[in-house]
């Protein structure tokens, strides 16, 4: 059965098929993801190395942040143990990183200034450099 978001609005469908709607359509994000949108992103940056941009939080985990950049919606990631100026430690039940010494706080949404570090178009991996929170 093909529903567009538009029907589900207008009509009554029930919750089975709005469930069906929702995981068809997040298969499809997945599958179009894989397809090579990533390897795009990182043949934009790779000619970018050494360069600076102003980008926004877009996940933190115990690991690190993911950033991506305002300009042309880039994601790369952050480790964790390469944010200067302090040891940060992760806070789960606030979803933030947290300065041991200085009590600064990256959360999602930070608008920060980052330098493209690496690409990895085999790993489709993107890494920056945190330079600045905004």
Do not use: A
Not at 60 to 88: A, L, M, Q, S, W
Not at 98 to 122: A, C, M, P, Q, W
């Amino acid at each position: 059965m093909e529903i567009s978001y538009q029907d589900l609005l207008d009509s009554s469908y029930s919750l089975k098929d709005f469930s069906r709607f929702c995981s068809v359509s997040l298969s499809n994000v997945k599958n179009w993801k894989i397809r090579g949108i990533p390897k795009k992103f990182e043949l934009i940056l790779s000619s970018k190395i050494n360069q600076n941009f102003v980008g926004i939080i877009s996940g933190i985990t115990e690991r690190g942040v993911f950033i991506e950049t305002t300009e042309n919606k880039c994601e790369g990631f952050i480790r964790i143990k390469d944010i200067p100026n302090d040891y940060f430690i992760y806070n789960e039940e606030e979803f933030l990183l947290l300065g041991r010494h200085t009590k600064e706080e990256y959360r999602l949404g930070d608008e920060v200034l980052i330098k493209v570090k690496s690409t990895n178009e085999d790993k489709k991996q993107i890494d920056f450099i945190l330079k600045e929170k905004l």
